[in-house]
């Protein structure tokens, strides 16, 4: 079975839980790059990400290196942006046809509440059910104490 993590990070929680999920699990990773590049601080950092998640902006981002189609398993992981999916994630899955049932999802958040998150996924996707919803509180900050209890359910969704 082929699995596969896409994920886009702009300050590397997002890729912390993804990097520990493949080494669980043999996956290939795929890194969404994006061509507009989002600021990491200060007050634009919020406003310009915030504002381009808000109005639903799919920013340019760089051809995958990985072709999702030869894969039997996706996790899709996104940063929560204004309560909803990072912009550059947005615009990978409006281009991307995943094919496979076997899809679950991860958000990496300041809050406690993905809000729309996994909705959205599931429109994008174009599937009625993800294998897993899971979220993480700034992982990379040491802040969520289930960190691991949590990759290993993503794990056993998938697998
Ligand atoms: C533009 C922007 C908007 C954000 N909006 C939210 C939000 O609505 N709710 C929340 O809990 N965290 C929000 N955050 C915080 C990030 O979701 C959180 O820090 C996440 O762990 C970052 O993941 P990353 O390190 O992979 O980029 C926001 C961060 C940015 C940059």
């Known amino acids: 079975m082929k699995l596969l993590i896409v994920y886009y990070s702009l300050e ?3 890729k912390m839980i ?10 290939d990773l795929l ?6 590049e989002y600021p ?7 406003i310009i990400g915030g504002k381009d998640a808000a109005f639903k902006v799919c920013p340019e981002i760089e051809k995958p290196e990985k072709n999702v189609k030869e894969y039997d398993a ?9 309560g909803t999916i990072a912009p550059p994630m947005r615009s990978y899955l409006r281009d991307t046809l995943i094919k496979t049932e076997n899809v679950a999802a ?12 996994f909705k ?8 009625d059910e993800l294998k897993a919803e899971v979220s993480f509180c700034n992982p990379a900050n040491g802040n969520d104490p289930d960190m691991e209890a ?7 969704a998938v697998m």
């Open 12 to 14: 590397g929680n997002t």
């Open 18 to 27: 993804a990097e520990k999920l493949a080494a669980k699990t043999g996956a």
């Open 31 to 36: 890194e969404i790059k994006s061509l507009k």
């Open 40 to 46: 990491k601080k200060g007050p634009s950092k919020f």
């Open 74 to 82: 996706v996790v899709i992981g996104t940063p929560v942006w204004d």
């Open 106 to 117: 991860f958000a990496c958040m300041a809050g406690k509440d993905p809000k729309k998150t």
């Open 120 to 127: 959205v996924i599931k429109e994008l996707v174009v599937i």
């Open 150 to 156: 949590k990759i290993d359910q993503l794990a056993q």
